[in-house]
């Protein structure tokens, strides 16, 4: 009898499963529904990968895109998994092939649309008739209104649990707030679901944002030390987009643009030359990203303000999938601000416009805070994360603090007297002691009036921003915020907390890329192997190995194949498939290096790495 973990070895080639992944696989093997939260490459896949080919009947994994569904289909053919999609780009006959394979059992895995599923030649009976083990609804925000993707076919699924009441169901996401989430198992219908939710946290992803000045030239000089890595580079506008890949061919590097501008033809030709690691920065607008598995980004640049922090998290997360270092860099400005809410305010009903207003400010108080961007990011996910993650641009400046506890109180106790009822330049007003007409006459007569006349303006300004971004002041109420005071305020009146703010800060460090020691001849040789094996079976060569598979045979030089299965990302097929070729290419190099295996110095146990 074959376990989860076996399966995992076998046939992933990997040691050890992450967070939940084996909480979730048993639950589903006891026959639970589920529902599943986990950060992209968080390594969502196997947590019904690994229970198909345990069941005894297919598993039909629900996807909401073509390319997702083919994405999927090759990485598990070329693991030696027996996996099929059915869609729209499928001939009949193709179709016909899929469907007779399902009927002899040859299939463990079958992907699909959701309007496949129910829609006029609805696959409901004949799916009933060969059976179904466990049914996977992946990108599962996409059937809440709530949710950022929402897309009307996945409303079908609503009926799924009516056709199939004893089938397990797991749905996964890797966005989702509570509303959404309770939206999704309400319409999924799941009976008494699992919750599995991870923390959002990406641990090998460096966060960067920087005021916007001379972006361009900027970028040049960022992506000069990154010769050799894909990217991904966000605009705001098709016209940017265009402009911005043409100005980096123009300076010598490989970039295509990709938006909802160029025809449909152009933009799949552009995709698939980004994927197969033809061209190595791919210029985008939003347009570009969802379905994008490509493992082996490396950066995300933002050369302008994403809409909210949500987005933000989203793009950058196209970063760093195989869990090897990677970067975000963001040029922040205000004057994106002021454009993106007139675009709010165009878009939506009044309502909404509220809203994208709010969270737009949201993202605008975490570019101009001081305060580590990880703990931002996740404080607004509802996560709790210490004050410094040492792998932002924040954490890595030289902030100098100063005890700002009596600044602190005089504005919280403003605030205070103001009975929460001020806006912070008001409030501001009234520390100054100012003399406009603005200020009415039982305000000038409270405690706090004119108590901080000896801080200017702007000072105060930034105060407040590290005081609102440390919780121990908010901003409540729209378009016009009033200050407000938190649960945490009340120790800094009573002086029982002491408050650090910020003095000034240095120039910032570059975050600093910290790959193992390893041979890169090699490894350029070894991504060259799997460049000509990606080219012969037609699929994108982070599908054969990722390059976190390729940097350990770079960084441990396998001499053997027993060896090599140690090395994660080798399974049994693979092995078989690609072992000789790649030991190959590890012993030329290391017969005229001079070099010999370093398996020794391999931890046989292998955790994600937190490379920090
Ligand atoms: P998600 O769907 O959550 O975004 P994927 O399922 O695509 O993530 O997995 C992301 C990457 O992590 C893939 O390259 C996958 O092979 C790898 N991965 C997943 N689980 C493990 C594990 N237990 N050990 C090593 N690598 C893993
Ligand atoms: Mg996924």
Redesign the pocket.
Known sequence: MSTPLHI?KTQ???????SH?EAIIEAVLAGRDAFVL??????????Y?IPALLLPNVTVVISPLIALMKD?VD?LRVAGVAAEYLNSSLSPEEQDRVLASLVRRKTKLLYIAPERLFGASSLVPFLQEVGVSLFAV?EAHCISAWGHDFRPEYRFLSDLKKFFSATPTVA?T?TADDLTSQDIVERLALHSPLFFKSSFDRPNIHYTIEPKAKSFERLIRYLATRRNDSGIVYTLSRKSADSVARRLTEAGFSALSYHAGLDASVRDKHQGRFLRDETKIIVATIAFGMGI?K?NVRFVVHMDLPKNIESYYQET?RAG???LQSEALLFYSPADVQKLARFALVDGNEEQSVVMLRKLKQLADLCEANVCRRHLILRYFGEVFPESCDACDVCLSERTTFDGTLIAQKLLSAVFRLHERFGLGYTIDVLRGSKSEKIRPEHRAIKTFGAGTDTSREAWFRYAKDLIALGFLKQVGEPYPTLSLTEKSAAVLRGETRVMLTASVEVKKEVEVVIPAHEATLLDQLKALRTDYAQKENVPP?IIF?D?TLLELATFLPSDISELARI??FGEVKTRRYGKAFLSVVATYCREHGLSSKMSEKISV?S?RKIR
């Open positions: 995992l992933f080639g990997f040691d050890s499963f992450r992944q986990m950060p992209t490459g968080g390594g969502k896949s196997l947590c990968q999927q990485a992946d996964l890797a598995n493992s997360g999938r195989d869990g982070y990722s976190a994660s990302g292998r994600r």
